[in-house]
C-alpha cells in the first residue's frame, strides 16, 4: 500500500500537481458519494465486486473456499475499512494515511487469525 501511495504522488508531481492531490480528490469524492443515496447504491455494487476478489485470494491462501466466513469477513473488513478511511477527520491529514491504512490490516488480519482459530480448514 505504502509502494501505491508512494507511485501515485510521484504520479501527481509528473502531472505537474501536489503530491497528495489525488488523496484530496478521492476523500471529495468519497464524500459526495455519502452523501447520495443513489450513488452509495452504485458503490456498494463496485465495492461487493472488488470483497469478492479479496475472499476468493483470501480462501485459497487459507485452503478455504471463497464462500467460507472467514475470507468473506475479511474481505468486507478490509474493504470496508479502506472505503471509511476517507470519511475520517484523520484521512484529511495527508501524513496520516499510511498509518490508518496500516490500522486497517492489522484490525482485518487479527479479525482473521480469531476466525482462523476457530475454524478447521476445509479441502
Not at 24 to 46: E, P, Q
Amino acid at each position: 500500500m505504502r509502494d501505491t501511495m508512494r507511485a501515485l504522488d510521484e504520479h501527481d508531481a509528473d502531472q505537474g500537481r501536489e503530491p497528495g492531490e489525488i488523496w484530496s480528490l478521492r476523500t471529495k469524492r468519497a464524500a459526495l458519494i455519502a452523501g447520495d443515496d443513489d450513488l452509495r447504491g452504485r458503490a456498494r455494487a463496485s465495492y461487493y465486486e472488488l470483497e469478492r476478489l479479496i475472499a476468493a485470494a483470501i480462501g485459497k491462501d487459507l485452503g478455504l473456499p471463497a464462500d467460507a466466513l472467514a475470507p468473506r469477513l475479511t474481505a468486507y473488513a478490509l474493504v470496508g475499512g479502506l472505503r471509511e478511511l476517507y470519511m475520517t477527520h484523520e484521512a484529511g491529514r495527508r501524513e496520516e494515511l499510511p498509518g490508518l491504512v496500516g490500522r486497517v490490516l492489522a484490525f482485518a488480519r487479527a479479525g482473521l487469525t480469531t476466525l482462523t482459530s476457530t475454524v478447521p480448514p476445509t479441502r
